[in-house]
């Protein structure tokens, strides 16, 4: 901001003052200073116009400088608006005061030429930082919610009606903790009889993990596409851990992982395989509503060592049995005292939720987690999948 371009406002009941004031600034180069003969002409023309700098008289009849600064302040359009205070005061107290109240500086009468130019070029080279800055937050806001829509947009937002061909009810959430995330969930259908579904926890948070979390959903549905186009009939879960464990180690100079659990489900017998890369265990529960849960061998996140490899488990599911995957976000939730969720409040409430539909229990944990936060701010993203098998009598 240059002189020429600084619009000043001078606040000064005594018309000498005014003047004298107003002729010393111009001299030093700024071409646009108004005046106002007391606060409330002040107040009034800072609503209607665009001020940079106000250089405010303490000691005026009606309203003193020091009741303009507090209007001032307190109004959010326009507290940003720097104030040097001026007056023939010299006490400590007043200066204290003024600090206290929100002024830039402090000017004594009579004016000192070269401090009143160092004290307003401080002053609105100040104030113009202040303007980049927020105008760098207001863009990176932007590009913020750019990416998370961006991120919204890769997961599935639809889910599918649970038909007689395929006897799945299925619901998921994803929460970032911050404007962007590194969780994920995904599922779609390779094969008309086939489900593929997978819940996965970038290790971090922020723009790095969701673009980690972006590659990690690519790599595994081109992973499957893949298998399916060389022919093989079930595309089992280790084999595509093994191939995105592999590429997601090169290149990873920020030493990323991710945990993944995944799965996939044959519609028609209930046939579940699945391999778990490190992931918190998920839970099958049962139409009598008991809670089970699907451990395997330890198996590390991937990213990290590009020679491991990873197995897959099977189970049948039963008529109206519920798969419940979620991130450690979900039990790690917090309240303001510090306090986990935990697995064992996780656990009582999947059991009374036995035979509810995938929606209910997504809805209810998020519901149940967010009471217990009870408002404060999240430590980790959170990410839940639920599935409930439900074939007909004929479809068996």
Known sequence: MTCFEARLLVVDDNEDNRYTLRQRLKRQG??????????????????????????????MPEMNGYEVLEQLKADPRRRDIPVIMISALDQLESVIRCVELGAEDYLPKPFNPTLLAARVGASLEKKRLRDELRASLSRLEKELEAARRLQVSMLPREFPACTEQQPVDIHALMQAAREVGGDLYDFFYPSPDRLCFLVADVSGKGADA????????????????????????????????????????????????????????????????????????????????????????????????????????????????????????????????????????????LEVSGDSSAQAVVTQVKDAIDAFAAGAPPADDVTMLALRWRPTAAGR
């Not at 990290?304 to 599911?317: H, Q």
Request: with cysteine; proline share 5%; glycine share 6%.
């Open 210 to 349: 969701a673009m980690f979390m972006a590659r990690t959903r690519s790599l595994v549905r081109m992973a499957v596409e893949l298998l399916h186009e060389v022919g093989a009939t079930d595309v089992a879960p280790d084999r595509v851990l093994n191939t995105v464990n592999r590429e997601l180690c090169q290149n990873n100079r920020e030493k990323m992982f991710v945990s993944v659990f995944m799965g996939t489900l044959d519609v028609r017998t209930g046939a579940l395989a699945f391999a778990n890369a490190g992931h918190p265990p998920p839970c099958r529960i049962s139409a009598a509503r008991r809670i089970e849960r699907l451990g395997s061998a330890p198996q590390p996140p991937l990213g990290i060592r590009p020679a491991a490899r990873y197995t897959t488990s099977a189970i049948e599911l039963e008529v109206a049995d519920t798969l419940f995957v979620c991130t450690d976000g979900v039990c790690e939730a917090a309240n303001a005292s510090g306090e986990m969720y935990g697995d064992e409040r996780l656990q009582a409430l």
């Open 30 to 59: 700024y071409a646009n200073v108004e005046t106002a003969t007391n606060g409330r002409e002040a107040l009034e023309l800072l609503g209607q116009r665009e001020i940079d700098l106000v250089l405010l008289d303490v000691m």
